[in-house]
C-alpha cells in the first residue's frame, strides 16, 4: 500500500466523523421539536379541560339559580317577586341602581359580580361541594349565581302599556329575570360565567 492510498483511507475516515456528527445533532434536535410538540399538546388538553370544568360549573351554578327562583315564585305566588339594589329581597338584585329612576345607571352590585374575576361576595353560593370532587374533577372555588330583575318596557299602543318594571296595568304581573352562573377551573386560572334568562307571570291574589 503506498502512501497515497493511506493518505485517502485518513480522509474518509475523517468525512465519516463529521457526517456521524451530524447526523447526531439531527437527530438531536428533532427530538428536542417532538418533546415541545408534546408539551403544547399536554397544555391544550389541560387547558381545554379546565375549561371544560369551568363551563361545567357555571351551567350548574346557573341551573341552580333557575331552580331557586321557580320553587319562590311556586310557594310565594302573592308576593310580587322584585329585585332591590341591595338584594334585600331573597337576593333578587334591580338591574339599575335605582328602581324609581329609569336613568339610574346599572346596579354596580350586579356589574361587579359578572366580571371574570372573584372579588364579588354578592353571588349565591351552590349548594353542592364541587371542590371535593377527585380524579382531578374538582373546581378551585365553589360556583355561584346571581339573580337581577330586568327592566324593560314594550308600547301595546294603549292604557295597558308595559311599565318599566315590566309589569301590565292588571292583576298579572310578568318579571323578566337574569340568572348569571360563575364558575372557576380546577386550577383556578379560568373563569366561566353563563346566563339565563327567566320569565314568569305572578299573580298579584293569593292561590288556593
Same mark, same amino acid.
Given at each position: ?20 456528527? !451530524?447526523?447526531?445533532?439531527?437527530? +438531536? ?20 379541560? =379546565?375549561?371544560?370544568?369551568?363551563? /361545567? #360549573? ?5 341551573? /341552580? ?7 319562590? !315564585?311556586?310557594? +310565594? ?19 339599575? $341602581?335605582?328602581? =324609581?329612576?329609569?336613568?339610574?345607571? %346599572? ?12 372579588? $364579588?361576595?354578592?353571588? +349565591?353560593?351552590?349548594?353542592? =361541594?364541587?371542590? /371535593?370532587?377527585?380524579?382531578? #374533577? ?17 308600547? =301595546? ?9 315590566? #309589569?301590565?296595568?292588571?292583576?298579572? +304581573?310578568?318579571?323578566?329575570?337574569? %340568572? ?29
Amino acid at each position: 500500500m503506498n502512501k497515497q492510498t493511506l493518505t485517502s483511507i485518513k480522509h474518509q475516515q475523517g468525512a465519516a466523523l463529521a457526517v456521524g456528527l !451530524i447526523l447526531l445533532l439531527i437527530i +438531536t434536535l428533532m427530538g428536542y421539536a417532538g418533546m415541545k410538540g408534546t408539551m403544547l399538546q399536554e397544555k391544550m388538553a389541560a387547558g381545554l379541560h =379546565n375549561r371544560s370544568l369551568a363551563m /361545567a #360549573g357555571a351551567n350548574s351554578a346557573v341551573r /341552580a339559580g333557575e331552580s331557586f327562583l321557580y320553587n319562590l !315564585i311556586d310557594s +310565594t305566588n302573592s308576593v310580587q317577586a322584585s329585585g332591590t339594589p341591595s338584594g334585600s329581597f331573597y337576593n333578587l338584585y334591580s338591574q339599575l $341602581s335605582d328602581t =324609581n329612576d329609569p336613568t339610574s345607571p %346599572i346596579n354596580p352590585t350586579v356589574e361587579l359580580f359578572k366580571q371574570r374575576n372573584w372579588t $364579588s361576595s354578592a353571588g +349565591t353560593v351552590h349548594g353542592n =361541594n364541587f371542590t /371535593a370532587s377527585s380524579y382531578n #374533577g374538582g373546581l378551585s372555588q365553589q360556583p355561584e349565581y346571581i339573580i337581577e330583575e330586568l327592566q324593560y318596557e314594550v308600547d =301595546n299602543g294603549g292604557s295597558d302599556d308595559f311599565d318599566k318594571r315590566g #309589569g301590565p296595568d292588571n292583576s298579572d +304581573t310578568q318579571k323578566v329575570f337574569l %340568572i348569571t352562573g360563575k364558575s372557576p377551573s380546577g386550577d383556578g386560572r379560568t373563569i366561566v360565567t353563563v346566563q339565563s334568562m327567566f320569565t314568569a307571570v305572578i299573580s298579584s291574589s293569593s292561590s288556593n
